[in-house]
């Protein structure tokens, strides 16, 4: 079930049954030579679908910009800043908590999120923690984001069909993913160096710099269809559980 197809009776009848909802977060970034700019986004989208035909499970709209920085100096990228994120997700939550959700699990695809969306967690946490009294006339609000390459069992399904050159940015897993799903999207690009540099950046500059075709550590020409598949399968399982442990917990 997903939000933006639903009527608002729909979503009133859903509220009687569950209090949770799936929030896909990810990034616009550049991806290297062959991976989709919206990859980050797109694939714990693509994963929350396929874990709808699995379990009963209501996905919201995907947070699709998120922290990109580092990406700028390459066409296409889109960013917000960590302050303009948080107040964003806090945004989102409200709008939610307004209409009775408790429980937001929130997908994400990017790991440059992941800092700022605990930052996020806090202040929306810190709201209710400062009310005087405590939160007693508050809902019991829970908040859980999970990496989908994190989920149980995921990255070794992704090592397996990525022995070497799976990587740190434009990951052949992701790339796959992407492929998977649009397979209208494929592109056959050879990777030089086949397998992507190592190290840390700071700003856009010093990112394209030292990365010039925008991998870290990948080679995701080895992407294909196939394994995508294999690995949305495998991490549509895994959120399934992960989703109805956290929805149906008390
Ligand atoms: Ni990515």
Not at 180 to 196: G, L, N, W
């Amino acid at each position: 079930m997903r939000l933006h197809l639903s009527t608002w009776p729909e979503i009133e009848t859903y509220l009687e049954s569950s209090r949770a909802i799936l929030i896909p977060i990810g990034s616009t970034e550049q991806h290297g030579p062959n991976g989709l700019i919206g990859t980050d986004a797109l694939c714990p989208e693509i994963i929350a679908a396929a874990t709808e035909e699995k379990t009963e499970l209501l996905v919201g709209p995907t947070f699709s910009v998120g922290i990109a920085q580092h990406h700028l100096a390459f066409p296409g990228s889109m960013t917000l800043r960590p302050s303009t994120m948080i107040a964003a997700m806090k945004d989102w939550t409200d709008s939610l908590i307004r209409h009775g959700f408790e429980r937001i699990f929130w997908l994400n695809g990017h790991g440059g999120n992941t800092a700022t969306i605990q930052a996020a967690f806090a202040e929306i946490y810190s709201e209710r923690s400062l009310k005087v009294g405590g939160k007693d006339n508050l809902p019991d609000l829970r908040l859980k984001a999970v990496n989908w390459w994190e989920l149980p069992g995921i990255m070794d399904v992704c090592q397996r069909e990525f022995p070497t050159g799976h990587g740190m940015h434009a990951t052949a897993s992701e790339v796959a993913v992407t492929y998977a799903a649009y397979p209208d999207q494929v592109r056959k690009v050879e990777m030089t160096p086949k397998i992507a540099p190592v190290g840390s950046f700071r700003d856009a500059g010093h990112y394209r710099a030292i990365f010039p075709d925008g991998r870290i550590g990948s080679d995701p020409a080895q992407a294909t269809i196939e394994k995508g598949q294999t690995i949305i399968e495998a991490a549509s399982e895994s959120l399934s559980r992960a989703y109805r442990t956290f929805a149906d917990e008390d």
